[in-house]
């Protein structure tokens, strides 16, 4: 995909083998990205809720991250835990819906486990996305599936440990991660829900695909978007 790691022959900082430093601008950027596209796709997220659920998924989670933009001024020079642990906490108390303390409960988690960090690893990076997923499982008492956001989260970590236990690079490992993440929101069509407000329409549900499965691998696209950016930046060539 024309990265700079494909076509750059010297080892480069963001290469495979050496540990990439992320930072509290990396979050923000992240955070910042999130909010631009689930605004951007508020109306498709929203449609699909319509099909299974009460049509406000897209609105619900704009209103979270349009409060979280504004909070975040106030934390941009924090150190990443406390980032993302204001960005859980504001969609907390500002989404009403299953998603915002779902979402909410995710980001204070993946905060929890980057606290105090201001610079961090690929590793580091991969402990605080389980955390996230382990605290979506914990929050909605709910596993794989059964329709809903971890269909998407749960594959694309599966896939980007898979990744990196076999020598793969941060950016390809994610790469990995969003095609595993797409095909995890595609596998949701044909499921029966069986939590959230979808699993009140029992078979009704199948054949629709679920909106927070979609929401979650919007935010993967702009994981990997974010990551991508910032390492080629990093490997310190011409593009630089
Ligand atoms: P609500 O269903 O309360 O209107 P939203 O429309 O904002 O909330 O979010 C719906 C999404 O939340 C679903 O598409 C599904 O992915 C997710 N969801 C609902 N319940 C759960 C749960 N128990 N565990 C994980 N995700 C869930
Ligand atoms: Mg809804």
């Given at each position: 995909?024309?990265?700079?790691?494909?076509?750059?022959?010297?080892?480069?900082?963001?290469?495979?083998?050496?540990?990439?430093?992320?930072?509290?601008?990396?979050?923000?950027?992240?955070?910042?990205?999130?909010?631009?596209?689930?605004?951007?796709?508020?109306?498709y997220l929203?449609t699909l809720d319509s099909a299974i659920g009460?049509?406000?998924?897209?609105?619900?989670?704009?209103?979270?991250?349009?409060?979280?933009?504004?909070?975040?001024?106030?934390?941009?020079?924090?150190?990443?835990?406390?980032?993302?642990?204001?960005?859980?906490?504001?969609?907390?108390?500002?989404?009403?819906?299953?998603?915002?303390?779902?979402?909410?409960?995710?980001?204070?988690?993946?905060?929890?486990?980057?606290?105090?960090?201001?610079?961090?690893?690929?590793?580091?990076?991969?402990?605080?996305?389980?955390?996230?997923?382990?605290?979506?499982?914990?929050?909605?008492?709910?596993?794989r599936g059964e329709k809903t956001m971890i269909d998407t989260?749960?594959p694309?970590?599966?896939?980007?440990?898979?990744?990196?236990?076999?020598?793969?690079?941060?950016?390809?490992?994610?790469?990995?991660?969003?095609?595993a993440a797409k095909a995890g929101m595609e596998a949701t069509i044909p499921m029966l829900a069986t939590?959230g407000?979808a699993s009140?329409l029992?078979e009704r549900s199948i054949g629709h695909q679920d909106p927070g499965a979609t929401s979650a691998y919007?935010?993967?696209?702009?994981?990997?978007?974010?990551?991508?950016?910032?390492?080629?930046?990093?490997?310190?060539?011409?593009?630089?």
């Amino acid at each position: 995909m024309g990265r700079v790691s494909d076509s750059v022959p010297a080892a480069s900082s963001s290469g495979a083998g050496s540990d990439p430093r992320l930072t509290s601008a990396l979050v923000i950027d992240f955070v910042e990205g999130v909010a631009a596209i689930i605004k951007a796709e508020r109306q498709y997220l929203t449609t699909l809720d319509s099909a299974i659920g009460d049509a406000d998924h897209g609105i619900n989670l704009d209103r979270g991250f349009s409060a979280v933009l504004a909070k975040l001024p106030e934390v941009a020079d924090q150190d990443a835990g406390t980032i993302l642990k204001t960005v859980g906490t504001t969609l907390v108390s500002t989404v009403g819906g299953a998603s915002g303390p779902l979402y909410g409960t995710a980001f204070i988690r993946a905060g929890g486990a980057l606290a105090g960090r201001t610079e961090f690893g690929a590793d580091e990076l991969i402990a605080a996305l389980d955390a996230a997923l382990q605290g979506i499982m914990a929050r909605g008492k709910a596993s794989r599936g059964e329709k809903t956001m971890i269909d998407t989260i749960a594959p694309a970590l599966d896939a980007l440990k898979a990744a990196r236990a076999n020598g793969a690079d941060l950016l390809d490992a994610i790469h990995e991660a969003t095609a595993a993440a797409k095909a995890g929101m595609e596998a949701t069509i044909p499921m029966l829900a069986t939590k959230g407000r979808a699993s009140y329409l029992g078979e009704r549900s199948i054949g629709h695909q679920d909106p927070g499965a979609t929401s979650a691998y919007l935010m993967a696209s702009v994981l990997q978007d974010t990551l991508e950016h910032t390492l080629t930046r990093e490997g310190g060539t011409s593009h630089g």
